[in-house]
């Protein structure tokens, strides 16, 4: 988790467990001298059941079985295709000077036009079933820190502002 002073200056603090965390978080105050409050939201507010990669697995499996239900020979191994269209969209995002990461739609996008690059006409249509249940499974295997998401709620409540991004996650803002 980082802290954030109003002049922009990171002073990342590591807590031991998630009630001095949210002992700490419950005694700042607005600028005091914190204004922003940053942390990784899987692990921090969220957890998971099963490591992450057993989704991916999953939305990979998915893929494969939807290829062949559409009599499309996938054109290698979709968790090679799932890394190749990662890299191909970081690499263009850091040629653009942005980000290097990309979120979901982007990442459902390049991996279907690499495991079937001949679905021209289903590709969109197939990349956002992908993506729709990539984000399925996610949501069937990850569940509240509830003693966080309360934390949070209660500095809301005294004027912190709470703002959550999930970059990786399509349509949503930070």
Not at 63 to 79: F, G, M, N, W
Not at 119 to 126: A, V
Not at 149 to 171: I, K, N, T
Request: aromatic share 8%; with cysteine; net charge neutral.
């Amino acid at each position: 988790m980082g802290l954030f002073s109003g002049d922009n200056n990171i002073r990342p603090y590591k807590f031991s467990s998630f009630s001095r965390l949210i002992s700490s978080l419950e005694g700042m105050r607005l600028r005091d001298p914190y204004s922003v409050l940053s942390f990784d939201v899987f692990d921090t507010l969220l957890f998971r059941r099963c490591h992450p990669q057993a989704v991916v697995e999953g939305a990979a499996r998915w893929l494969t079985e939807e290829c062949i239900r559409l009599h499309v020979r996938p054109q290698q191994d979709s968790l090679a295709a799932r890394a190749q269209g990662y890299r191909k969209v970081t690499s263009a995002n850091i040629g653009r000077g942005l980000d290097p990461d990309c979120n979901l739609k982007e990442l459902c996008r390049a991996w279907v036009a690499e495991i079937a690059p001949d679905l021209d006409e289903q590709h969109p249509e197939l990349a956002s079933r992908l993506e729709a249940h990539e984000v399925a499974l996610e949501k069937a295997v990850c569940y509240a820190n509830a003693p966080m998401v309360d934390a949070l709620r209660r500095l809301s409540v005294q004027g912190f502002p709470a703002h959550l991004c999930f970059r990786y996650v399509s349509g949503t803002s930070c």
